[in-house]
Nanobody, 125 residues
Framework: QVQLVESGGGLVQAGGSLRLSCVAS????????VGWFRQAPGKEREFVAA????????FYADSVKGRFFISRDNAMNTVSLQMNTLKPEDTAVYYC??????????????????WGQGTQVTVSS
């Protein structure tokens, strides 16, 4: 079991950047599949990015590819999401998630059994 706490959300103008952090405690994330998801009001929680094999492989939703980047800092037991060129449609609550093993279904919310509380990202026009 691992506890996850997100931070770094806020209000930003379109075209700006934010960096979200997810700090883990209780377990080391280095061996976990980790992901970022987001959920806008009235919409399903959707995949944003994932990192497997301690960050050697990363994956992104088409909507954020080239703009968002997931990374890990194993020494700090932290996973980050760098978000660049933000758009109003990026507005959502962003969640980090972790799964103790590798999973080829990293795009699915269903495989993750550890979730943070979420951090609000609001991008204004």
């Amino acid at each position: 079991q691992v506890q996850l706490v997100e931070s770094g959300g806020g209000l930003v103008q379109a075209g700006g950047s934010l960096r979200l952090s997810c700090v883990a405690s209780g377990r080391a994330l280095s061996t976990f599949t980790v992901g970022w998801f987001r959920q806008a009001p009235g919409k399903e929680r959707e995949f944003v990015a994932a990192s497997i094999w301690s960050g050697f492989s990363t994956f992104y939703a088409d909507s954020v590819k080239g703009r968002f980047f997931i990374s890990r800092d194993n020494a700090m037991n932290t996973v980050s999401l760098q978000m660049n060129t933000l758009k109003p449609e990026d507005t959502a609550v962003y969640y980090c998630a972790a799964y103790p093993y590798y999973s080829g279904s990293y795009r699915s919310t269903n495989i993750y059994d550890n979730w943070g509380q979420g951090t609000q990202v609001t991008v204004s026009s």
